[in-house]
């Protein structure tokens, strides 16, 4: 970081590996936060300007990995789980949050900040019981977002549906998944 007469100039390497998840999370968002697992960050991120303009002349590269972890609470995914709970009466349950969390096996998080904007072009969350795609971007200036996520909540059945050859090509592969925007403000 250098400050100059009216300027800040941030410059800002970050790197972790092996790191506990709910631990930093706790630190980042300030209050009850319950989630497992281990991740790895690795981001280079730059910014120029006086105090009021730099979120919005941050730039940079953003690759965030955790593995094998349950999440407990997460409002807008949980935001994003009640938006598909009409498929539990049909097909299958859609976890409680608060209770049995939603595990996973593995989540990707690959993005760029231009100019304040974070713009997401990879994001996987892989679990034993659905698997959840997003891309999109987040808007830290004008704390706006704006994502499509795709949820595949069922995962058995499509396990099952990809052993049986004619089905595996009708569907290509994923017999259910549900198509969820997420957008206004943060």
């Not at 936060?33 to 960050?41: H, I, K």
């Not at 608060?98 to 989540?107: D, I, M, V």
């Amino acid at each position: 970081i250098e400050a100059g007469h009216d300027e800040l100039f941030l410059d800002l390497n970050l790197s972790s590996e092996g790191e506990d998840l709910n631990a930093s999370l706790r630190c980042l968002e300030e209050k009850d936060v319950r989630s497992t697992g281990t991740f790895n960050l690795f981001a280079d991120i730059t910014a120029r300007g006086r105090k009021d303009e730099l979120i919005r002349s941050l730039s940079g590269n953003v690759k965030f990995d955790a593995s094998d972890g349950r999440i407990y609470q997460l409002k807008s995914l949980a935001r994003v789980l009640g938006r598909i709970n009409l498929t539990e009466l049909f097909l299958g349950k859609i976890p409680d949050m608060g209770k049995e969390g939603l595990a996973y096996n593995s989540t990707v998080v690959r993005g760029s900040f231009d100019n304040g904007v974070f713009n997401i072009k990879e994001s996987t969350m892989d679990g034993p019981t659905m698997k959840i795609v997003a891309e999109g971007k987040i808007d830290l200036a004008k704390e706006e977002i704006d994502l499509l996520i795709l949820v595949a909540p069922l995962k058995t059945v499509d396990m099952i549906v990809g052993f049986v050859p004619i089905i595996r090509t009708i569907f290509k592969g994923n017999l259910v998944v549900v198509p969820v925007k997420l957008s206004g403000k943060l």
